[in-house]
T-cell receptor, first 112, second 111 residues
Framework: DGGITQSPKYLFRKEGQNVTLSCEQNLNHDAMYWYRQDPGQGLRLIYYSQIVNDFQKGDIAEGYSVSREKKESFPLTVTSAQKNPTAFYLC???????????FGPGTRLTVL | GQSLEQPSEVTAVEGAIVQINCTYQTSGFYGLSWYQQHDGGAPTFLSYNALDGLEETGRFSSFLSRSDSYGYLLLQELQMKDSASYFCAVSLPTEGGKLIFGQGTELSVKP
């Protein structure tokens, strides 16, 4: 089955720790995206990548980092510099030129 | 800047038809998408309009009018399982085709 997987589903972190969220897709999509969703809100773009070894900042990139070493994988690191990291993180992918984006199941991060 | 506006809440009864509107202020975009999100879940793609007009997918239809900066999602024969949040989003030609989302409309379907 083709799709996007994210792990873990739930993640708890202590303040001051970095954590990495996994995102893998086997849809052969060139573009991948990371979004953040806060309760009762829409999604906001953190980072995106259209090609391996290249990525761009989105609207709220501060305190986050990404890598794109393989087409299938786009991990997101939430660093200790992110002031309010507790949120629902969603990874998406699309063909290029982009139209429809397909989302993974999400990772819910809670900072204790 | 770019923004999309949707009603925050809509309530309807089972079997009815409901229309969720989306007005936007953006200078150019690839198309208008609609996503459904149940509590605690990820958005799932419902419909996409690249061109003006109506797109029909089963019980769901979506409409776009670029000249009016307006679109809507039409849900027919409502079922209890349709209770969810519905987001409209535009994909931009800049910034990798990122999606700009509305704040979402929470649909409650009553028996």
């Amino acid at each position: 089955d083709g799709g996007i997987t994210q792990s873990p589903k739930y993640l708890f972190r202590k303040e001051g720790q970095n954590v990495t969220l996994s995102c893998e897709q086997n849809l052969n999509h060139d573009a991948m995206y990371w979004y953040r969703q806060d309760p009762g809100q829409g999604l906001r773009l953190i980072y995106y990548s259209q090609i391996v070894n290249d990525f761009q900042k989105g609207d709220i990139a501060e305190g986050y980092s990404v890598s794109r070493e393989k087409k299938e994988s786009f991990p997101l690191t939430v660093t200790s510099a992110q002031k309010n990291p507790t949120a629902f993180y969603l990874c998406a992918s699309s063909l290029l030129p982009p139209d429809t984006q397909y989302f993974g199941p999400g990772t819910r991060l809670t900072v204790l | 800047g770019q923004s999309l506006e949707q009603p925050s809440e809509v309530t309807a009864v089972e079997g009815a038809i409901v229309q969720i509107n989306c007005t936007y202020q953006t200078s150019g975009f690839y198309g208008l998408s609609w996503y459904q999100q149940h509590d605690g879940g990820a958005p799932t793609f419902l419909s996409y309009n690249a061109l003006d007009g109506l797109e029909e997918t089963g019980r769901f239809s979506s409409f776009l009018s670029r000249s009016d900066s307006y679109g809507y999602l039409l849900l027919q024969e409502l079922q209890m399982k349709d209770s969810a949040s519905y987001f409209c989003a535009v994909s931009l030609p800049t910034e990798g085709g990122k999606l700009i989302f509305g704040q979402g409309t929470e649909l409650s379907v009553k028996p």
